[in-house]
Nanobody, 124 residues
Framework: QVQLVESGGGLVQAGGSLRLSCAASGRTFRNYGMGWFRQAPGKEREFVAAISWSGGRTYYADSVKGRFTISRDNVKNTVYLLMNSLKPEDTAVYYC?????????????????WGQGTQVTVSS
């Protein structure tokens, strides 16, 4: 079992940057594939980025490719999402997710542990 707590959200101007963190409890964090999803008002939750248990493989949604970077620190039990060149359409609640797997998971139903979310607002 793993519990996830996101932080780092906030209000930023377009073109700015934010780094989200997701701290995981439990001693087996390194056995979990991790992902970030987001949900904008009135829209369904969508995939943003994912990383394998070792950090060796990553995958991004086309909408964030080249602007966002997912990474993890298996000593600190934390996964990060560095968001650069933010746009107003990146405004959403961002969720961290985990699944006990060695593969990269990019679908929402592929994850079975979720954080509570952190709000990111990008002003124009």
């Amino acid at each position: 079992q793993v519990q996830l707590v996101e932080s780092g959200g906030g209000l930023v101007q377009a073109g700015g940057s934010l780094r989200l963190s997701c701290a995981a409890s439990g001693r087996t964090f390194r056995n979990y594939g991790m992902g970030w999803f987001r949900q904008a008002p009135g829209k369904e939750r969508e995939f943003v980025a994912a990383i394998s248990w070792s950090g060796g493989r990553t995958y991004y949604a086309d909408s964030v490719k080249g602007r966002f970077t997912i990474s993890r620190d298996n000593v600190k039990n934390t996964v990060y999402l560095l968001m650069n060149s933010l746009k107003p359409e990146d405004t959403a609640v961002y969720y961290c997710a985990a699944r006990h797997t060695i593969v990269v998971v990019i679908t929402e139903d592929g994850y079975d542990h979720w954080g509570q979310g952190t709000q990111v607002t990008v002003s124009s």
